[in-house]
């Protein structure tokens, strides 16, 4: 009888440890938010040219994606921070894990066109943050090797359409 007891609560044990594991699973990915679709105008874009860049977010979410991302040289998917606000007060950011970036003589990143260039695999990691009124997506190049070194930084002002 002892052996059947001890079975019983090794099952609910093993049950309650289950259910606590997936309830903070969840609670890891939650970004409780409205659904995100906002436009803005792309200026001072040292990233690519300038444009229109469109940012979409389902309901309670924490992804975000961005249409036009890739022509105006940012990455296409990224992240919101958890309880951020909407999209125009910054707290997102953008992502692109493998990235062929064009170092140029001095080593910083260069247009594909721009002649004699080495080519490595990198990422681009682009953090919306607004400051002094004025949103600006600040992106940081960074090699894929082991050293992770910065290789570049781009800019561009964002504003609300």
């Known amino acids: ?20 594991a997936l309830r903070i ?7 409780p938010h409205e659904a995100h679709d906002q436009t803005f105008t792309v ?12 940012l979409t977010s389902e309901k ?19 992240r919101i921070e958890a309880n951020a606000g909407p ?15 064009h170092l140029g003589p001095d080593g910083g990143v260069v247009p594909p066109d721009a ?11 682009c953090e919306a943050t607004r400051t002094a009124g004025t949103l600006r997506l600040e992106c940081i190049d960074r090699r894929s090797d082991l050293s992770g070194d ?9 504003t609300a359409n």
């Not at 309670?60 to 990224?78: H, I, K, M, N, Y």
């Not at 999209?87 to 970036?101: C, D, K, Q, V, Y």
Request: aromatic letters at 4%.
């Open 1 to 20: 009888m002892n052996r059947n007891v001890l079975l019983r609560n090794l099952a609910s044990l093993a049950v309650v440890a289950t259910a606590g």
């Open 25 to 31: 699973g969840c609670a890891i990915e939650k970004c």
């Open 43 to 54: 200026q001072g874009n040292t990233c690519g040219p300038n444009g229109t860049l469109r």
């Open 60 to 78: 309670d979410t924490c992804d975000v994606s961005g249409e036009g991302a890739q022509r105006l040289g940012f990455p296409e998917f990224g």
């Open 87 to 101: 999209l125009p007060e910054g707290r997102w950011s953008l992502h692109e894990a493998n990235l062929t970036l």
């Open 115 to 125: 002649g004699p260039s080495t080519t490595v695999t990198g990422n681009r990691h």
């Open 150 to 158: 910065e290789v570049g930084r781009c800019a561009a002002t964002l």
